[in-house]
């Protein structure tokens, strides 16, 4: 079955520098890949998403890059501010025919960032 | 909508005993699946549906029962509650043809 690896697993930045998650998967046939947040407390929340016929994905401070030769995928945020500290997992899964997920996300075990002000 | 819903949000249960989490959306979603989350490992896949009357195992299917009888409700069974069952529970649901998956707010379960 797949299998996602996640690093670092914990990341601490200065308000306004970048941050890098780096995920890795098993299993070839794994074409979608989401990004969630999740605060204390609450739960996951999907921030970004990319599905494998894209290389990158850009929305406003966040970016997600996936090279399918190399089976890794990234998260990029920039200009990081405290409201993004948080705990970040990467997920992947297989598409159905339809072209959607079919809720069976395998996820990484996590990156806690912290924005030091 | 509520989205979805999960209940109850905290349970203590002693080993052995047996309960049911319970699951529901009320957005059509066909799809639906339980997570277990514990501190350093991430979200697990217990089981997953992807309509009424079809379920199937995830990563960590064992100790855990599931049916899915309508396509609002997927609750999940402890038949024998261990300790190693302490986590928080989280049930998702998605529709079919799009990607995103929606969270409810997750279930504390302690085992003692």
């Known amino acids: 079955g797949e299998n996602v690896e996640q690093h670092p697993s914990t990341l601490s930045v200065q308000e306004g520098d970048s941050a890098v998650i780096k995920c890795t998967y098993s299993?070839?046939?794994?074409?979608?890949f989401p990004w969630y947040k999740q605060e204390l407390g609450k739960r996951p929340q999907l921030i970004i998403d990319?599905?494998?016929?894209?290389g990158e994905k850009k929305d406003q401070r966040i970016a997600v890059t996936l090279n399918k030769t190399a089976k890794h995928f990234s998260l990029h945020i920039t200009e990081t501010q405290p409201e993004d500290s948080a705990v970040y997992f990467c997920?992947?899964?297989?598409?159905?025919?339809?072209?959607?997920?079919?809720?069976?996300?395998?996820f990484g075990k996590g990156t806690k960032l912290s924005v030091k002000p | 909508n509520a989205g979805v819903t999960q209940t109850p949000k905290f349970q203590v249960l002693k080993t052995g005993q047996s309960m049911t989490l319970q699951c529901a959306q009320d957005?059509?979603?066909?799809?639906m699946s339980w997570y277990r989350q514990d501190p350093g490992m991430g979200l697990r896949l217990i089981h997953y549906?992807?309509?009424?009357?079809?379920?199937d195992q995830g990563e960590v299917p064992n100790g855990y029962n599931v049916s899915r009888s309508t396509t609002e409700d997927f609750p999940l069974r402890l038949l024998s509650a261990a300790p190693s069952q302490t986590s928080v529970y989280f049930c998702?649901?998605?529709?079919?043809?799009?990607?995103?998956?929606?969270f409810g707010p997750g279930t504390r379960l302690t085992v003692t």
């Open positions: 990319i599905r494998s016929n894209v």
């Open positions: 998702a649901s998605s529709r079919q043809g799009s990607y995103e998956q929606y």
């Open positions: 997920a992947a899964s297989i598409t159905n025919f339809y072209g959607g997920s079919q809720g069976n996300l395998i």
């Open positions: 957005m059509n979603h066909e799809y």
């Open positions: 549906s992807v309509g009424a009357g079809i379920t």
């Open positions: 299993d070839s046939a794994s074409n979608y």
